[in-house]
T-cell receptor
Framework: DVKVTQSSRYLVKRTGEKVFLECVQD?????MFWYRQDPGLGLRLIYF?????MKEKGDIPEGYSVSREKKERFSLILESASTNQTSMYLC???WGAGDYGYTFGSGTRLTVV | SQKIEQNSEALNIQEGKTATLTCNYT??????LQWYRQDPGRGPVFLLL?????KEKRKERLKVTFDTTLKQSLFHITASQPADSATYLC?????????FGKGTKLSVKP
């Protein structure tokens, strides 16, 4: 069964901490994505990557960075966590350049206190 | 700005009936639309994709349509069951990334 694995289901961090969210996929997908999901706002794209070492800003990149050193791994970094970054974070991957469904991970519920 | 709108936040139906969910797109023309199911606390799961040159697509009890004149997709679940209760997300894509709607929460009562 193909998978996108996010390293933590629940995470609690303090304001100002540097936070790493890890995502690994085993499907040899080129594309990987990081979203956050908040009630009433839906899924919002933070960053995405179409290839190793490539990264592109999504709709809400402020306060975040990403790293993709290997094809299967896409990391989201919160440089200095703030309470407004409390959210559900979802990683996804997909084939190629277009009309393929995304495979999502189970999500990481991050609380910043 | 480009938008995917799912006008119903929630839909309640009786078991055995057909559920119909609506997705409208504005300010762009997606080449394809996708539908996902999301259960509470979990990531979305891909269900179906329909391209702009396809009017209808089916998968088991699911049917999706794509009407480029109305700028709309309809998602149907026939013979609905309580296990179909979930949030359903519509997403539209073209050459770039998917734009997601906020979802419709479907509740199927026994």
């Amino acid at each position: 069964d193909v998978k996108v694995t996010q390293s933590s289901r629940y995470l609690v961090k303090r304001t100002g901490e540097k936070v790493f969210l890890e995502c690994v996929q085993d499907m040899d997908h080129e594309n990987m994505f990081w979203y956050r999901q908040d009630p009433g706002l839906g899924l919002r794209l933070i960053y995405f990557s179409y290839d190793v070492k490539m990264k592109e800003k999504g709709d809400i990149p402020e306060g975040y960075s990403v790293s993709r050193e290997k094809k299967e791994r896409f990391s989201l970094i919160l440089e200095s966590a703030s309470t407004n970054q409390t959210s559900m974070y979802l990683c996804a991957s997909s084939w190629g350049a277009g009309d393929y469904g995304y495979t999502f991970g189970s999500g990481t519920r991050l609380t910043v206190v | 700005s480009q938008k995917i709108e799912q006008n119903s936040e929630a839909l309640n139906i009786q078991e055995g009936k057909t559920a119909t969910l609506t997705c409208n797109y504005t300010n762009y023309s997606p080449a394809y639309l996708q539908w996902y199911r999301q259960d509470p606390g979990r990531g979305p799961v891909f269900l179906l994709l329909i391209r702009e040159n396809e009017k209808e697509k089916r998968k088991e009890r699911l049917k999706v349509t794509f009407d480029t004149t109305l700028k709309q997709s309809l998602f149907h679940i026939t013979a609905s069951q309580p296990a179909d209760s979930a949030t359903y997300l519509c997403a539209g894509g073209s050459q770039g990334n998917l734009i997601f709607g906020k979802g419709t929460k479907l509740s199927v009562k026994p």
